[in-house]
């Protein structure tokens, strides 16, 4: 399996998705859920989409697997 991360256009999913996946989040740092994050990025590796951001609280970087493959 690849190891190579490829990039996704988070900016193609409606407003909705967006906001909703940049508000569901979980912080390792803070340990709480849904504090939200900043600068969302989404890609792909070994088959899973992620979005990757910052919390807003810390600004530790945060991740969200995407399981809704539509
Ligand atoms: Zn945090």
């Given at each position: 399996m690849s190891d190579e991360r490829i990039d996704r256009d988070f900016n193609s999913r409606?407003?909705?998705d967006r906001e909703e996946l940049?508000?569901?989040t979980w912080?390792?740092?803070c340990q709480q859920v849904?504090?939200?994050m900043t600068d969302p990025q989404e890609y792909e590796l070994h088959g899973?989409?992620?979005?990757?951001?910052r919390c807003q609280v810390?600004?530790?970087p945060v991740y969200?697997?995407?399981d809704d493959e539509s």
């Open positions: 409606d407003l909705k940049m508000h569901h912080c390792d740092v849904d504090l939200g899973i989409v992620f979005i990757e951001g810390c600004g530790n969200t697997e995407i």
